[in-house]
């Protein structure tokens, strides 16, 4: 009986081995399913919305600066170039205030050129008719006098100035006259009339 006990004892040891094994196996099996259950329990995280075409603050910021810069750039620009304008139109403005002033001047200048040219037209036709009435005076006060003497006085002249003075005599006076002149003398004069009543229109 005590060889029996013997035998048994070692069986009984190897028995509390082996339950103690499948105890640790047991344990360790619950354990990792006991995370597994934990994990799959456990509430997955919920992912931050995705904003599609936005941008940050400090862009959206920096943009709106950058705008602003742009427009006043622009309005600087309109702005110089409105002046540049006005600037141009006031020079404009004042040539043709100029030009105005030098056109009344030149205007003015015509006006007086105008009547001064006038009046020496009339000054002229005025000395004109008078050595014309002194001529014709002249020319009678030499019909008056004796043909001899009148003579004498026209040899002392040009041929055109005498010829003149006879054009204008009577023809009888006339006639009396170039007989008391040299025939040199008459001659030239009988030239010089009939020249002059050459250049007359006959038509």
């Known amino acids: 009986?005590?060889?029996?006990?013997?035998?048994?004892?070692?069986?009984?040891?190897?028995?509390?081995?082996?339950?103690?094994?499948?105890?640790?196996?047991?344990?360790?099996?619950l354990s990792l399913t006991g995370t597994d259950v934990v994990a799959e329990s456990a509430p997955e995280p919920v992912a931050a919305p995705v904003q599609d075409?936005?941008?940050?603050?400090?862009?959206t910021h920096a943009s709106i600066v950058?705008?602003?810069?742009?427009?006043?750039?622009?309005?600087?620009?309109?702005?110089?170039?409105?002046?540049r304008l006005v600037a141009r139109e006031a020079q404009?403005?004042?040539?043709?205030?100029?030009?105005?002033?030098?056109e009344a001047e030149i205007t003015e200048k015509l006006s007086a050129l105008t009547a001064a040219e006038e009046a020496l037209r009339s000054t002229i036709a005025l000395a004109d008719t008078a050595a014309e009435a002194d001529l014709a005076r002249l020319a009678v006060v030499y019909e008056?006098?004796?043909?001899?003497?009148?003579?004498?006085l026209f040899t002392e002249m040009s041929p055109e100035f005498a010829a003149g003075?006879?054009?204008?005599?009577?023809?009888?006076?006339?006639?009396?006259?170039?007989?008391?002149?040299?025939?040199?003398?008459?001659?030239?004069?009988?030239?010089?009339?009939?020249?002059?009543?050459?250049?007359?229109?006959?038509?």
């Not at 075409?53 to 862009?59: L, Q, R, T, Y």
């Not at 404009?92 to 030098?102: E, F, H, K, P």
């Not at 008056?144 to 004498?152: D, L, Q, T």
């Open 1 to 29: 009986m005590t060889q029996a006990l013997a035998q048994h004892k070692p069986a009984r040891g190897t028995l509390h081995i082996i339950a103690a094994l499948l105890l640790g196996s047991a344990v360790l099996r």
């Open 53 to 59: 075409h936005e941008e940050p603050a400090e862009d």
């Open 66 to 83: 950058t705008d602003d810069a742009d427009t006043n750039t622009l309005l600087a620009a309109f702005r110089e170039r409105e002046q």
């Open 92 to 102: 404009l403005t004042d040539r043709l205030q100029a030009l105005r002033i030098a």
């Open 144 to 152: 008056n006098m004796k043909p001899k003497v009148a003579a004498e």
């Open 165 to 203: 003075f006879l054009g204008m005599m009577q023809p009888a006076a006339a006639a009396a006259i170039m007989t008391e002149l040299d025939s040199s003398v008459s001659y030239s004069i009988s030239v010089m009339l009939a020249g002059r009543n050459a250049l007359v229109p006959t038509q």
